[in-house]
């Protein structure tokens, strides 16, 4: 049972947008940073979005994150084959003094 | 560029211990934590700990305290994750991953090393 909640499944066609969504609670996505990460099969996480809405050098601008009190989102436009992957979230809880991730996201190009 | 190198897989009975190393290049080692972040199989990561290189203090995550030992060897910019009493359940892919500001920020990741723990 992940401390930050995500659908196990997303999925779309080449060109839509998707989301991902993200609860979480004061202790976590409220009151820290969100940081969502992409996940290939057979490779690390690479980070996507960092302090809620800032991308990486690298990384395309189809991809966007926000954050709303206890909840985040992570969105892709323009949708491609190559985004199908796992997509995490994560950040730091202040009740557990460490680091959370969620359990995940399968996103499916059909 | 940045690089972390992890070393290879490795298979241990219940009970044993492992010991995984992480080599950083690319970077001032001592400027950045580094974490290690492991994933079991079909399942989300789960954070562990990291240790600041600088002064060699750590932080580890209360499931794994106790079990868990995190190391480094400044001469050869390699961090090391020893984790102990392992059971089936700590079958998995351990990466370790540097920390970049605030908690949950990881921008460079190594390839991760699989462990499994099997009688």
């Known amino acids: 049972q992940s401390v930050l909640t995500q659908p196990p499944s997303a999925s779309g066609t080449p060109g839509q947008r998707v989301t991902v969504s993200c609860s979480g609670s004061s202790s976590n996505i409220g009151s820290n940073y969100v940081y969502w990460y992409q996940q290939l099969p057979g490779t690390a996480p690479k980070l996507l979005i960092y302090k809620n809405n800032q991308r990486p050098s690298g990384v395309p601008d189809r991809f966007s994150g926000s954050k709303s009190g206890t909840s985040a989102s992570l969105a892709i436009s323009g949708l491609r084959s190559e985004d199908e992957a796992d997509y995490y979230c994560a950040g730091w809880d202040d009740s557990l003094s460490g680091v959370v991730f969620g359990g995940g996201t399968k996103l499916t190009v059909l | 560029q940045v690089q972390l190198v992890q070393s290879g897989a490795e298979v241990k009975k219940p009970g044993a211990s492992v010991k995984v190393s992480c080599k950083a290049s690319g970077y001032t080692f001592t400027s950045y934590h580094m974490h290690w972040v492991r994933q079991a199989p079909g399942q989300g990561p789960e954070w562990m700990g990291f240790?600041?290189?600088?002064?060699?203090?750590?932080t580890y995550a209360k499931k794994f305290q106790g079990r868990v030992t995190m190391t480094r060897d400044t001469s050869t910019s390699t961090v090391y994750m020893e984790l102990s009493s392992l059971r089936s359940e700590d079958t998995g892919v351990y990466y370790c991953?540097?920390?970049?500001?605030?908690?949950?920020?990881?921008?460079?990741w190594g390839q991760g090393t699989l462990v499994t723990v099997s009688s």
């Open positions: 240790i600041n290189p600088s002064g060699g203090s750590t």
């Open positions: 991953a540097r920390g970049y500001d605030t908690g949950g920020h990881f921008d460079y």
